[in-house]
T-cell receptor, first 114, second 111 residues
Framework: NAGVTQTPKFQVLKTGQSMTLQCAQD?????MSWYRQDPGMGLRLIHYSVGAGITDQGEVPNGYNVSRSTTEDFPLRLLSAAPSQTSVYFC?????????????FGPGTRLTVT | GEDVEQSLFLSVREGDSSVINCTYTDSSSTYLYWYKQEPGAGLQLLTYIFSNMDMKQDQRLTVLLNKKDKHLSLRIADTQTGDSAIYFCADTNFGNEKLTFGTGTRLTIIP
């Protein structure tokens, strides 16, 4: 199993550009989520999905869109990048049947918006 | 809303014990977790404790939970250089896979 994969690892965008951060998992997990990590602020939940076709907003959803057309993939779209979106983005997944709700994290995408 | 708080930095001499503390506000928290993030990597689950437990031990790791004070701690015995990382506490409620993370504590090992 590859686990949770994210592409790209690094990205530089100009203000106003759009892009999609890719996330895929091969563990047949129903629950997937996107976080952003900023210094001194921990991880903040952007969007999450409890299964294909179902998504919901987290703590900081503004400026981001998601969709979940398959169990495996959960892309995060930045519609019009802003410097405030400079961050490290993590995708995570977990199995709804796991009593412990352990989340498995991807390696992250480091995004810089200039 | 709910809050989970940690101090940002901790420095410990190699071979000593490290104690990382966390406080949370949600009295209905069911599971509490410690995740470890090594440089340039994602987070990995280190250990967890169910809310009806006071203590859990796993090799060099000891988790203590004081539900009355909503205080969670992680003790790492015989701290090694490989323990250098950021440690996050997190909590959730039963039936809810959404985690609330603390700010993370960066553990630095002094040789």
């Amino acid at each position: 199993n590859a686990g949770v994969t994210q592409t790209p690892k690094f990205q530089v965008l100009k203000t106003g550009q759009s892009m999609t951060l890719q996330c895929a998992q091969d563990m047949n997990h129903e629950y997937m989520s996107w976080y952003r990590q900023d210094p001194g602020m921990g991880l903040r939940l952007i969007h999450y999905s409890v299964g294909a076709g179902i998504t919901d907003q987290g703590e900081v959803p503004n400026g981001y869109n998601v969709s979940r057309s398959t169990t495996e993939d959960f892309p995060l779209r930045l519609l019009s990048a802003a410097p405030s979106q400079t961050s490290v983005y993590f995708c995570a997944s977990s199995s709804g049947t796991s009593r412990v709700y352990e989340q498995y994290f991807g390696p992250g995408t480091r995004l810089t918006v200039t | 809303g709910e809050d989970v708080e940690q101090s940002l930095f901790l420095s410990v001499r190699e071979g000593d014990s490290s104690v990382i503390n966390c406080t949370y506000t949600d009295s209905s928290s069911t599971y509490l977790y410690w995740y470890k993030q090594e440089p340039g990597a994602g987070l990995q689950l280190l250990t967890y404790i169910f809310s009806n437990m006071d203590m859990k031990q796993d090799q060099r790791l000891t988790v203590l939970l004081n539900k009355k004070d909503k205080h969670l701690s992680l003790r790492i015995a015989d701290t090694q250089t490989g323990d250098s990382a950021i440690y996050f506490c997190a909590d959730t409620n039963f039936g809810n896979e959404k985690l609330t993370f603390g700010t993370g504590t960066r553990l630095t090992i002094i040789p």
